[in-house]
């Protein structure tokens, strides 16, 4: 039986977006094929997930231990430095497995995995990008890191082969890798939870806004969005229109002091466990997408099943999942004056329309459940696994 090796180069614990698509696809894979979970010890703050809850999501899928680390901090920068044994480990581990499905994150795995395939070719990777492929600043250290990363496995690429979640990506990476071995799989989510018919009803006397995701400003945007909330509040407090936050991240304090100056208006719930997200959601009306980079955008996907319309900027991942869709209300800019007309605007439409409001928000869950169900991920991942064994 085919042996799979699903690799999170970050703990499970973080509990983000990309700790549970690992999780939910080692879990689907493991009917078709022998498949193990393996992680590290980079945290990037306070764990979300419990041993406990990670085995029970796992559900029998078999944790191989992790690669350690050393950590050190200079100059308010962390810096992580693999130990010496742990590489050792960790060639041991994977050279019993036939393929290793990873993402393109942490430079120095990159190095690893690429002198692995040199000293054994059977071994094949498959490199995930479901970050974006540059940030605004050209120099950043997160540039360096990406084209470098790219870079490598363009020049060392016989034994890799590179998942995609965007066909931006997938047109982009087709420039430095053989396009035969660049694949594009939607990124699926399971929604199981979100097929299921509600038992309450909704508020008809308030709308109800819910954003969900990591609260920063530099990669989603958020600052923005609160000092629009801010605006609109000040403005008319008396609106029908209620607002929910639901993440952890650096502007924990802004929003907490939003709902503490209008409780009435705010909710700020704190991290959310993927398990039970899907019923914040039903509760909503409208989702708030302000990222100023993505390359896809769970979120969207899960805001979309859950019957919600869509508030958002204008990334590669947005325009992908909802150019054309009535159901989506684009901002031309991310800024505060946009984003407060844009919401003044789906109100409106709400007040003046209701019927053809929730014939929107209809289409909306018809077009998650039709496109990006994760059973349409799982089937291109078998297909994959299986081409890549066939190669060989």
Known sequence: MIKVLIFSKTALENGRGGEISYIELAVGLKKYFNVSIMDTNVLFSKAFLTEEVIHKKLKGVKQIGRFN???????????????????????KTIKGYDIIYTSVGNIKINILLIFFGLINRRIKFVIRYNKPLSSENFFSLYNIKINLSILLFSIFKRNFYHHTISKHAKKYLDNFYNPNNVIHIIHGVELKDYQQSETYEKSRDVL????????????????????????????????PIFFEFCGRGPLEQKISELEAKYPKYVKFHGYVDNDIVHEYYKKSDIFLFTSRREPFGRVLIEALA????????????????????????????????EIENTIHKVHELWKRNPQKFNKLKESAKRHAIEKYDYSYELKGFIKLINSIIKRC
Do not use: M
Not at 76 to 87: D, F, G, Q, R, S
Not at 216 to 239: F, P, Q, Y
Not at 307 to 333: M, R, V
């Open 306 to 337: 859950a019957k919600l319309l869509i508030i958002c900027t204008k990334t590669f991942g947005s325009i992908e999942i909802l150019k054309g869709k009535e159901f989506a209300f684009f901002l031309n800019k991310l800024n505060t004056s």
């Open 69 to 91: 680390f050393a950590t050190l901090k200079i100059l308010n920068k962390v810096i992580t430095i693999p130990y010496p044994w742990e590489i050792i480990k960790l060639y």
């Open 208 to 239: 109800k806004f819910i954003y969900v995701g990591h609260l920063d400003d530099v990669h989603k945007g958020l600052g923005v969005l609160i000092n629009a909330i801010r605006t609109i509040l000040e403005k008319k407090s008396k609106l």
